[in-house]
């Protein structure tokens, strides 16, 4: 969470990533989703409502989302694992039934698993876009072919078009930049009777039990508020 940044302009959560081999900067930007599967936002409000033994936040340690991914040696095969409890039996999923049972998603690839996510992704940013627009998104170095690339680091400009891709909007004019997709609002809300933005903003405090136990830059006024406010409205 600590990493966690809103832009207010191209209205998504982007993280910096620091990348070892290349020395240069990733972004991972998180627009609004065409569908609630692949919504950060809707995600992360699943996640607030609905997430068991949520930590109380210290300022002093780090704050992760998903904290179970960082209490393994394996991340990739713990994101694998989930994967696999969401496939159905004929597409590889297990014979035994789990919690995940009533969750099936029957889109999945057969023997889907978090191997293909990183291959998947460049794969199909690759059929809408030029290479060095995929690569702010996919992080690989474009050095060798020109050192031109020395010089261009990632923006949320550049991640835009890669951005659009990965929520499942069509895809901008081939090797253009534009706007990610919008995300909603507040704004039919408050336009309700007697509903003034103190209610409103209570009303996320209840349902996101967002109260001091948890990491402040959620509450009201601060800097990532906006983000509380687009997980609300999706």
């Known amino acids: 969470v600590d990493s966690l940044q809103w832009d207010p302009h191209f209205q998504i959560v982007f993280v910096e990533v620091p990348q070892f081999k290349t020395h ?15 919504c950060w936002f809707t995600d992360f409000a699943d996640h607030l409502i609905m997430a068991e033994n949520r930590r109380v936040y210290n300022p002093t340690q ?31 999923g297990s014979k035994i039934k789990t919690e995940y049972e009533r969750h099936l998603i029957e889109d999945l690839p057969t023997a889907a698993s978090a191997g293909g996510l990183r291959p998947g992704a460049a794969n199909e940013l690759s059929e809408c876009m030029p290479a060095e627009f995929a690569a702010i998104a996919t992080g690989h170095d474009f050095k060798g072919f020109s050192s031109l690339f020395e010089y261009i680091d990632a923006t949320c400009a550049l991640a835009m078009p890669s951005a659009r891709i990965l929520a499942n909007w069509p895809a901008l004019p081939y090797g253009q930049l534009g706007p990610g997709p919008t995300p909603p609002s507040l704004s ?29 830059r959620f509450q009201r006024g601060e800097d990532l508020r906006p983000v509380v406010h687009v997980a609300f409205a999706c």
């Open 24 to 38: 240069k900067i990733k972004i991972v930007a998180f627009a609004v989703g065409w569908h609630r599967h692949n």
């Open 62 to 92: 780090p704050n992760w989302i998903f904290p179970e991914l960082q209490t393994t040696n394996s991340p990739g095969t713990k994101v694998g694992s989930w994967i696999k409890k969401l496939l159905p039996e004929r597409h590889g």
């Open 188 to 216: 039919p809300l408050r336009g309700l009777s007697g509903m003034t933005m103190d209610r409103l903003e209570a009303l996320i405090d209840e349902l996101f039990r967002l109260d001091s136990a948890t990491p402040p």
